[in-house]
């Protein structure tokens, strides 16, 4: 897969604003359909470049995410994708990189050019943040949230300016579930926490555990059932 | 109908005033920061003016905009309901049945007046085949939670208050085309009665009426607030079929039942752990919190006024 060319051509320039236009249709269907609230507890709406890690059950996941950002920040902020399935198809691809602007990573890569990590440091590179699912796929199981990929260690490790930035997104896998494609209009939240970073001499396995509790902690479905 | 209608929304303006100044007075004496009481008081100010404004703007569009209006209120009281109780993944295409269908199909009944089918359509039909649809997809973890909850939210959310808009359906002699000042008449008396028994709360409350279900519900609100709100009910007889008494009797019921109502939802918010259904309306909670009262009130003042006043 090619990484995206960076400098502007009228091509380039139209698939932005028809990349504009679509992102904010889909915050506002986003919002009508799920009347979505951003919960800002630990970190605040910020111009700083970030990384967006969250929990992940639904296609809707980062359209609800992105949703909840302001307009300017929601403008250069791009998820990251699953390349076997959204760049499977023509359409799926239009919708995912043109419409979307996303960036499609292959999961089981074999060519150097086709490392996650290289793809999404480009496009850190370039001064935009990222939303990334470190469950690595949409969580069909009963737990809350499954093990973490090193991606996001890695990410960290590499640039470690940018800041990570933990959302749980709640409901909405019951709002749009693996396998449908018409949303039931329930209520959602997206909680974003506090930063973490890498903390010094701290391995992999141990930071990202770390990660893990710190997303899961955003859940109010499981103090809201332990505080009665 | 005019005149009363202006005469309506005028008193209505003069009231929220009314309530403006002296929230703002209160706002302007209180020392900072201002206790939550007064916040919350005057959000709830300020939510009434943006929802008797909205309600006004339906009430222009006649029938068709009191349909759509609270075709729009089941729609937020359903996704709410829905939201708060349990469901599996298996359930999606009964919670889109119950948005796509139920809502569209029960709203058009009112609009046709087909009043058969509008009695017995949730409460019969969908009440045999939601379950019907879940059995078939073969999931029985927490069978019964779950159907029970789905029955739940199309009650409250769509049925009962469907009854709203279907008052306009009712041939009562004497009172052609003037039907949609009944649906004033209720919600003016049972969301009155609700202010009504929060504000005798605030200033009078001591025995507290169900201190497991609602602590905030005293029964000096409740007798306060249910006799000014009968009290109001005849001082609007003017704009139903009733005599003074009798529009005070209907407006004691129904606001009876508004409180019932506010109590089952307390209820049930309880026994999920949460404070309030939503955040739809600022101040308020959402919209369940607000409609709770119509939700109780709406299908008995329908059936009163149907018993006794059509022919």
């Known amino acids: ?228 | 109908m005019m005149r009363e209608t202006t005469l309506l929304v005028l008193g209505l303006a003069g009231v929220l005033t009314t309530a403006s100044v002296v929230a703002g007075i209160l706002t302007w004496r209180a020392a900072d920061p201002q206790s939550p009481t007064l916040v919350n008081l005057n959000q709830r100010i300020k939510a009434w003016w943006v929802m008797v404004a909205l309600i006004a703007i339906a009430f222009l569009f006649g029938k068709d905009g009191m349909i759509v209006l609270f075709g729009l209120i089941s729609f937020a009281a359903l996704r709410e309901f829905v939201t708060l109780t349990h469901s599996r993944r298996s359930d999606h295409w009964v919670l889109l049945g119950m948005f796509g269908i139920i809502i569209p199909v029960q709203y058009w009944l009112v609009w046709t007046e087909w009043y058969g089918l509008f009695t017995i359509f949730i409460p019969v039909y969908c009440f045999l085949i939601m379950p019907a649809i879940t059995a078939l997809h073969g999931d029985t973890e927490r069978f019964l939670e779950r159907i029970a909850a789905q029955q739940w939210a199309v009650m409250l959310a769509v049925y009962c208050v469907s009854h709203v808009p279907a008052l306009m359906t009712l041939p009562i002699p004497g009172y052609e085309n003037r039907s949609l000042l009944l649906i004033a008449f209720l919600i003016v008396t049972v969301q009155g009665s609700d202010v009504l028994q929060y504000i005798f709360g605030k200033l009078f409350g001591k025995h507290r009426f169900s201190p497991t279900v609602s602590p905030s519900k005293t029964w000096e609100g409740l007798i306060g607030g249910l006799l000014s709100a009968s009290a109001l009910g005849a001082l609007l007889y003017w704009l139903t079929p009733f005599s003074p008494l009798e529009a005070a009797g209907v407006a004691f019921l129904a606001c009876l039942m508004g409180f019932l109502g506010g109590l089952v939802a307390s209820a049930i918010k309880r026994d999920q752990g949460v404070k309030d259904w939503g955040h739809l309306i600022e101040g308020h909670g959402g919209m369940m919190d607000r409609a709770d009262s119509l939700v109780f009130a709406a299908p008995v003042f329908f059936h009163i006024v149907r018993y006794f006043w059509t022919v």
């Open chain 1, 1 to 228: 897969m090619a990484v995206r060319d960076s400098h502007e051509t009228p091509g380039n320039a139209g698939r932005r604003l028809l990349g504009a236009i679509a992102s904010a249709t889909l915050a506002v269907l986003a919002r009508g359909v799920t009347g979505v609230r951003p919960i800002w507890s630990g970190s605040a709406p910020s111009q700083r470049q970030r990384i967006y890690f969250a929990n992940h059950a639904s296609h809707g996941d980062f359209i609800l995410l992105s949703a909840c950002l302001p307009a300017s920040e929601r403008a250069r902020t791009r998820a990251v994708a699953a390349a076997d399935y959204w760049g499977k198809t023509r359409l799926r691809r239009f919708i995912a990189e043109d419409m979307l602007g996303s960036v499609l990573v292959h999961r089981a890569w074999t060519e150097p050019a086709q490392n996650p990590i290289k793809i999404m440091l480009d496009v850190l590179d370039r001064g935009d943040s990222l939303i990334i699912f470190p469950e690595g796929t949409r969580n069909m199981t009963d737990e809350p949230l499954l093990r973490f990929r090193s991606g996001l260690y890695n990410l960290s490790i590499a640039r470690p300016d940018v800041e990570l930035v933990p959302c749980w997104i709640e409901n909405m896998s019951r709002v749009l579930p693996k396998g449908q494609f018409l949303p039931v209009p329930l209520l959602c939240r997206v909680i974003f926490g506090a930063p973490i970073a890498v903390a010094e001499n701290e391995d992999r396995r141990d930071f990202l555990s770390r990660a893990h509790a710190a997303l899961l902690a955003l859940d109010p479905s499981t103090s809201r059932r332990s505080s009665r």
